[in-house]
Every structure is written in C-alpha cells, then in structure tokens.
C-alpha cells in the first residue's frame, strides 16, 4: 500500500520526497512542510512531537521551520529515522537541534539553562525574565544575562562587540553600562524585557549621549519608527532599578537639566551623519 500523501493541509502537492520510511517532505501550493500517516506516527514519534503536528485527512502535518517540525525531526533522527547524510545536515545533529530547540520550542525540549557563574564574582541573585534572560547581582555589579543562543537569534552583532562580558554560555551587561544595549534591542522580542522599561525617555537619552557609536551603527539601518532619538531626560534611569538606586544614593540622581551640562553637543551628533536619511 502506498501511503505517499496526495493532498495537503497547505493545498496540491507540487513535489513529495519519502527521507524516511513513510516520513515526507512535501512543497504545496500554499505551504511545506513534513508528512507522517497518522496510523504510522505513533512508531515513529514520542507523544510531545506528535501532539505539536496537526492531524488531517489520515496524515500528521509538520510546518516547515516550525517548532513541531523541530521537534519531529529531532526524534527522527536521534532515533536512527532519518539516515541520509544531506538530510541530517539540513536539520542538524540531535545535540544542534536541541539546542535551538531550547529557545525556539520550549514547551518540547525545556528552557534555557540559567547562569551558574559570573564574570564579576560570586552569584549572589538571579531572577528570569524570559526564556534564557535574567536580571542577577554578583559581588561587585548588578547586571542582565542574556543566553547566547538568545542574543544570536534576536540581538545585533554590535551588541556582543563592546559594554559586555562573557562567561560560559552567556553574555553580561552592567545595569549602568551595556545593559542600555541590551534592554533597548530586547524590548522588541521580549515582552518582559519592553515592560521593565520605566522611562523609553531616558532610555533613548542614554543611547544617543552614552552610546553615540552604538546609536550611529543602529539608525544607518533602521526603519523610521524604530531610530534612537535624543531627548532632555536623565541617563541610566530607565529601570526600576536605577530609580531604587537613586532612591538610596540621592546623590547620583541627575536630572534633564543636568544632562544639558554632558557635552552631548560637543560630541560628534550621532544625528549628523550624512548616511542617516
């Protein structure tokens, strides 16, 4: 009996090819993705992968780059499955699956691990915000930590380049240097990250005044409603944080109009390249 599919939940089948006993790719109209019979899936699958495709005239559906497609790719090929050299290397080893998977399907493979060191001293507090970032306190800085495979997938190379450190598998940004960086870019991927912002006016303050470079390298590519603007707001008062700290330390609170006095105009004006329409 063959059971190579002839319709789709993406529409007419344009092109099928089997990569595994009765596992296949397939192009639609309208769509791609995997294919398994329904009454062949449970061999070939555990639960969690099956549940993450949709079922649909005697066939499970895996959308192309999907997570469920992960997820059915992972199994099938730790499990010997998939065997094909040129296949395996287009969805990668069952270790380079799982670790995407831990950032972009969670729910399969679990989350990203939390940070066990520092590079400022001992861990004192860590605190996740999202999956793979987390606000901590060492011996001598307060920080963000943020998980390479998250700032590969959602973050600028400049971000890794200056104002960060590195210590295992994370990146580490001080809360009164790099963290500026990291909270603005994030904030467009991270809800949690957008919602510890206090102030978007101090943020953008700190960005054009304490990262002229930086605000230079990310307006010559951005669109319109997303350039770094400078505005009259104190620095590094963006976060709950900042303000707590001021709170105890009145003394290193700024305000607009000492901002005024930060030579921001004698810098080169971030605002003034000639590349930046």
């Known amino acids: 009996m063959d059971d190579r599919p ?10 099928c090819a089997e990569i595994a006993l009765c596992v296949y790719q397939v192009v639609a109209v309208k769509g791609e993705g995997l294919m398994i019979p329904s009454n062949k899936a449970g061999e070939l699958l555990g639960d969690k992968a099956l549940f993450q495709g949709r079922a649909k005239n ?51 493979f679990g989350g990203l ?34 998980h390479k495979t998250v700032s590969e997938y959602c973050m600028s190379d400049y ?58 390298y990310w307006n010559s590519q951005a669109s319109p409603d997303t350039l770094i603007y400078y505005v009259p707001a104190p620095s590094f008062m963006f976060l709950q944080q900042h303000l707590d ?4 330390n009145p003394l290193l609170e700024t305000t607009p109009e000492d901002q005024e006095t930060d030579n921001f105009f004698e810098r080169a004006d971030p605002f003034d390249d000639p590349e930046i329409e």
């Not at 499990?79 to 969670?106: K, M, S, V």
């Not at 066990?116 to 011996?139: C, I, Y």
């Not at 295992?168 to 991270?190: K, P, R, T």
């Open 58 to 108: 005697g066939f499970i559906h895996y959308d192309k780059d999907s997570p469920g497609e992960m997820a059915a790719a992972y199994e099938l090929v730790k499990n010997g499955h998939i065997t094909a050299p040129e296949i395996i290397e287009q969805y990668g080893t069952p270790e380079d699956i799982e670790a995407d998977g831990r950032f972009l399907n969670p729910e399969y």
């Open 245 to 248: 700290e001021a709170v105890k």
């Open 6 to 15: 002839n319709t789709s939940i993406w529409g007419t089948i344009l092109s």
């Open 159 to 216: 971000s890794r380049a200056e104002n960060c450190w590195e210590k295992g598998d994370f990146y580490f940004y001080d809360l009164n240097q790099g963290a500026a960086i990291a909270v603005f870019e994030l904030s467009a991927s991270h809800p949690p990250v957008l919602d510890l912002i206090t102030s978007w006016e101090s943020l953008m303050h700190t960005l054009a005044t304490e990262f002229p470079d930086y605000t230079n």
């Open 113 to 146: 691990p939390e940070p066990a060191e520092t590079p400022w001293g001992t861990l004192k507090t860590q605190t996740p915000l999202d999956n793979g970032v987390f606000l901590l306190s060492a011996d001598s800085r307060t920080g963000i930590a943020i």
